[in-house]
T-cell receptor, first 111, second 113 residues
Framework: QQQVKQSPQSLIVQKGGISIINCAYENTAFDYFPWYQQFPGKGPALLIA?????SEKKEGRFTISFNKSAKQFSLHIMDSQPGDSATYFC??????????FGAGTTVTVRA | EAGVAQSPRYKIIEKRQSVAFWCNPISGHATLYWYQQILGQGPKLLIQFQNNGVVDDSQLPKDRFSAERLKGVDSTLKIQPAKLEDSAVYLC???????????FGPGTRLLVL
């Protein structure tokens, strides 16, 4: 499968702080770069996505930054809340919208 | 709109036994995917269906795994015989044709003892 590398594996942030998750890829044929949020016992849910011809996309407190030349993209969670505590996966689509996922980052927001 | 339904939610079996998982996608979604998510890892695609035809099963361990999607709606994933390393969450997802967004079900958590 096509690879997407994600870091860190886990992070802890105080309520109101900023969470930053980074991903890198090699395959230039990827066409969409979504982020998924997964709560325990649930399936992944689409959070936000970006196309490679856009450098930044913001939806509420969630922002994707995309650096095409470096083949890197990141998720910023602003004003982190306890309800944001979850596992976040970066992903990329290829060949008829198949998804290749990163390994995931567990975010814990301390009140 | 109802989401992707999966059953059972949990299954515990002995190694070498067989097991089957069921998925009902969102109504009208032509594309259906099965993923395997091992603890601490991201989901890994096993098989992709378009209507009732297989688009990609290159990551499916065909010696023990099989999947079908009769009539282009519901799908079943079977493991026979199960191995210890098959312990994972099996996720089903569906999407509408020509739209990349996949919607995931809650998954079936399998434990092989």
């Amino acid at each position: 499968q096509q690879q997407v590398k994600q870091s860190p594996q886990s992070l802890i942030v105080q309520k109101g702080g900023i969470s930053i998750i980074n991903c890198a890829y090699e395959n230039t044929a990827f066409d969409y770069f979504p982020w998924y949020q997964q709560f325990p016992g649930k399936g992944p849910a689409l959070l936000i996505a970006i196309r490679p011809d856009v450098s930044e996309k913001k939806e509420g407190r969630f922002t994707i930054s995309f650096n095409k030349s470096a083949k890197q993209f990141s998720l910023h969670i602003m004003d982190s809340q306890p309800g944001d505590s979850a596992t976040y996966f970066c992903a990329a689509t290829y060949n008829d919208y198949k998804l290749s996922f990163g390994a995931g980052t567990t975010v814990t927001v301390r009140a | 709109e109802a989401g992707v339904a999966q059953s059972p939610r949990y299954k515990i079996i002995e190694k070498r036994q067989s097991v089957a998982f069921w998925c009902n996608p969102i109504s009208g979604h032509a594309t259906l995917y099965w993923y395997q998510q091992i603890l601490g890892q991201g989901p890994k695609l096993l098989i992709q269906f378009q209507n009732n035809g297989v688009v990609d099963d290159s990551q499916l361990p065909k010696d023990r795994f099989s999947a079908e999607r009769l009539k282009g709606v519901d799908s079943t994933l079977k493991i026979q015989p199960a191995k210890l390393e098959d312990s994972a969450v099996y996720l089903c997802a569906s999407s509408s044709t020509a739209i990349w967004t996949q919607y995931f079900g809650p998954g079936t958590r399998l434990l092989v003892l």
